[in-house]
């Protein structure tokens, strides 16, 4: 009878301890995967003087590659036809009546929702810190073909310049191709809000968004140094919107919640893009609560 209870109380014991071995193994990873932002607050707070800074998200966001069945439906209607990306066939899918209007129109809101200063010519180039112009990439010898750029206005030139645009192919065509690429994740209009937002995604990688009392920020600023290595990170603001023109943020937390948060914002002309924000939870809680007095549906805690 007592080795029954020795063997009992030997395995309570041992089910015990295991059960406070998994405790403070939980307690060791809760705190690995605690994260702060004090870092990349300290480099962006001098760029917005005058702005209460509220969140600095910690990685880059993307531009989703989900909705694949909206993707799938495309590729098996239009296979044959996307490789080459027919310019009529683009803009009447997107009901582009005039492409050279249409340029115009996109030019506006990336001119006020970023605050892009538009210098002419080379100029602009050097403001977004771009090569002067991009040369197209030599053929081979027996397929050599001489082509003349295509004339733009200083504007527009300053534009396709900031955006790594060719020289050689008109900008409807190739904004074009941008906004049916993209068209799931977006409402589908370069000339919005939402479509300055998605210029700048396709153009920059490592891009998280920023959220003060006054405005949204996309900025640019690679990612965090080993606590070993000095940060000589120089964030820049690329893109910004005042808040009073955010309509709502709607998000959720996907299979992946725990580093994975996704969210619909919409703007008040009507646009909305999908951005998916690779971030842990303590990164999701700041952004949440940096935008809890705007409309929307936000995730169960």
Not at 130 to 137: K, L, Q, S
Not at 201 to 215: F, I, K, Q, S
Not at 256 to 266: A, E, M, P, Y
Not at 269 to 280: H, K, V, Y
């Amino acid at each position: 009878m007592a080795g029954e209870r020795g063997r009992l109380g030997r395995f309570t014991d041992a089910v015990l301890g295991g059960a406070r071995a998994a405790r403070d193994k939980a307690r060791e990873l809760r705190d690995e995967l605690r994260t702060s932002d004090e870092p990349e607050r300290a480099l962006v707070a001098p760029l917005l003087p005058g702005q209460e800074l509220r969140y600095v998200g910690l990685g880059p966001v993307r531009v989703p590659q989900t909705h694949k069945a909206g993707r799938q439906l495309s590729d098996v209607m239009a296979d044959e036809f996307v490789d080459s990306l027919d310019p009529k066939v683009l803009f009447g899918l997107l009901n582009i009546v005039n492409p050279v209007v249409w340029v115009d129109a996109v030019l506006t809101p990336v001119r006020l929702a970023a605050g892009v200063l538009l210098l002419p010519g080379k100029a602009g180039a050097l403001a977004a810190g771009v090569p002067e112009a991009a040369e197209p990439e030599p053929a081979p010898p027996q397929q050599r073909v001489q082509r003349d750029p295509i004339p733009l206005t200083e504007e527009q030139e300053a534009f396709r310049a900031l955006f790594r645009l060719s020289l050689y192919r008109p900008l409807a065509e190739q904004l074009a191709e941008i906004a049916y690429r993209r068209r799931f994740v977006f409402s589908g209009d370069l000339a919005t809000l939402a479509g300055s937002l998605l210029l700048f995604l396709e153009r920059y990688n490592g891009t998280p968004l920023a959220v003060t009392d006054t405005h949204l920020h996309l900025l640019r600023m690679g990612p965090r140094p080993d606590a070993d290595r000095p940060d000589r990170r120089q964030p820049r603001v690329l893109w910004s919107v005042r808040r009073d023109r955010v309509a709502r943020v709607d998000s959720e937390r996907g299979a992946t919640g725990l580093v994975q948060l996704t969210s619909t914002i919409v703007f008040d002309d009507g646009s909305w893009i999908r951005l998916t924000q690779p971030a842990l939870r303590d990164d999701q809680s700041r952004f949440l609560t940096a935008i809890h007095d705007l409309p929307g549906q936000r995730p169960q805690p």
